[in-house]
């Protein structure tokens, strides 16, 4: 199924963001065999955009927290078989060293509570040549959002955590979204 099929099936919530959301990924241009992590499942819609552009994907996040159950949708939109979930917390991932290509974070590390911990977890398991693609929300987009959940979170910006790692970012911004892309200098 194509994007604009899924879009028209899964509503409001997964379209508002999906365009940027692959551009990003079609930016990246990553071999199609890439081993890729989504952290933070949520309504899996990054990782349904990641299955949608051909990539398998494992997604996780603590195993008690639930916020949908994504599985109907991915069955929906044809791409169930694409995703395997796994529980983990970011702070301590259950992977070996270098076992990713490309790890994203969609609107998940501002929930993380200890941000420089997950780091240090993301760059431990990515390969040396991998990127770590961090999404986050604009204060435009926390505005937004804040129309819907009041006590949403201010704005967060990754580099605030990111000094030090041996780490290069390029950011591609939109009004509600940046998307902080990551990769190993060192
Ligand atoms: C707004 S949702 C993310 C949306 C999701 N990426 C999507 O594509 O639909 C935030 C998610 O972060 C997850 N989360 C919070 N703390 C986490 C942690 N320490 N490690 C992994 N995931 C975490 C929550 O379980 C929640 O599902």
Known sequence: MNLEQAKKILGEEFRRDADFLSSIVQKLGLPINSKVLDVGTGRAHMAMILALNGYKVITGQPSDVY??????????????????????NAEKLPFNEDSFDAIFLYTTFHHIDNKERAFNELVNVVKSKGIIVIIELTEKGVELVRKRYRSHQDAVDPRDYTKGLGLKVDVVESKHLNAYIYKKIK
């Open 67 to 88: 916020w949908a159950d994504w599985r109907v949708s991915a069955k929906k939109v044809g791409v169930e078989e694409m995703i395997t979930f796994k529980p983990f």
